[in-house]
């Protein structure tokens, strides 16, 4: 199955069960939601969410639950989030060996490389896979910025293929379609700019608040791509207040509530990480509930 790197990609919450197990029961009941709404593919491991909070053997589990439950319609893709050049070509190889049809990728972790090393770290991991691979590029939250002449270099590679783009600075979306036009596909990365990234010519949305709000979500994008822009707008600015849940340090949490009152979802979260508590869990509860109250009534957006 190739990628298209288009479309709505849920970036995927981690389900446990109160006895902090896998929930791989929950993790269906929203991979099924997920799927009828249809989006385009399902991110596993996110870096800003509990992949660090994971063994080993659960990434491999979740990674091969993941592919039987969705059945090849969408492909899965794996986050690669390491330390070193060789842990990450092992965590790519893990991935296709278990079934993974794409990777997530960010640069290294903690260490904060310079533009060759940095460079240098995506092609040696390029170079040992077969799987196309999309550049998580966040400056804002890990340090590392990966520039247009980087990517110069990268896309020598053909299996570097798209970018994650959460610069927060909307123009470089123009900037990466004058200068890679469709050589590089660009994904926002960023829920409260998903929309502008979309007019601005972004093929795609990785997307959080989806894990609670799958419909919504992917109505917003074809909408935006069928050129019906007042509707997506409409739904947009409703869901705005919920996509800025995901821009705070307690993302997984907020997300994690919303799936919660969706029914697609449970609050369980894995340490150091805890359910939020007092004023701040009123807070977000009372946003999600006015959400909820103004739902919109969705337009036939599947047959667009």
């Keep these: 199955m190739s990628i298209q790197w288009n479309g709505v990609m849920p970036a995927v919450t981690t389900k446990f069960t109160a006895d902090d197990k896998l929930d791989f029961n929950m993790f ?3 991979m099924k939601a997920q799927l009828n ?18 063994l080993e053997e659960e990434k491999r589990e979740l990674v091969k639950h993941t ?15 390491e330390q070193s050049t060789k842990n990450a070509i092992l965590a790519a190889n893990k991935a296709e060996q278990d079934g993974a049809k794409g990777l997530m990728m960010l640069p290294p972790m903690r260490y904060k490389a310079s533009d060759f090393e940095t460079v240098t770290f995506y092609s040696e991991v390029a170079k040992n896979t077969s799987l196309p691979i999309m550049v998580y590029n966040n400056p804002v939250d890990y340090k590392i910025e990966v520039t247009l002449d980087m990517f110069e270099e990268l896309l020598k590679y053909d299996n570097i293929q798209a970018v994650k783009e959460s ?20 994904l926002s ?8 990234s979309l ?9 959080g608040l989806v894990c609670a ?11 935006a791509k069928a050129g019906r822009f007042d509707e997506a707008l ?16 307690f993302l997984v949490q907020n997300i994690k509530l919303a799936e919660v009152a969706t029914g697609i979802g449970s609050e369980y979260v894995r340490a150091p990480r805890l359910p939020l508590q007092g004023a701040e869990r009123e807070r977000v509860l009372a946003i999600i509930a006015e959400g909820l109250r103004t739902r919109p009534t969705l337009p036939d957006y599947k047959n667009l």
Aim: hydrophobic share 45%; aromatic share 8%.
């Design 67 to 81: 592919v039987s439950l969705t059945e090849n319609k969408v492909p899965v893709i794996m986050n690669i989030a």
């Design 28 to 30: 269906e009941v929203n």
């Design 189 to 196: 990365g960023v829920d409260t700019l998903a929309l502008e």
């Design 167 to 186: 610069t927060r600075d909307i123009s470089n979306v123009t900037r990466m379609i004058n200068r890679f036009g469709d050589r590089l596909k660009i």
């Design 37 to 54: 709404a249809g989006v385009s593919g399902i991110i596993l491991g996110g870096t800003l969410g509990e992949a660090s909070t994971l």
């Design 234 to 249: 409409k739904i947009y600015r409703w869901f705005l207040p919920l996509l800025e849940l995901d821009i705070n340090a």
């Design 199 to 207: 007019f601005m010519g972004s093929d795609g949305w990785v997307s």
């Design 213 to 223: 709000f799958p419909e919504e979500t992917v109505a917003i994008y074809k909408l």
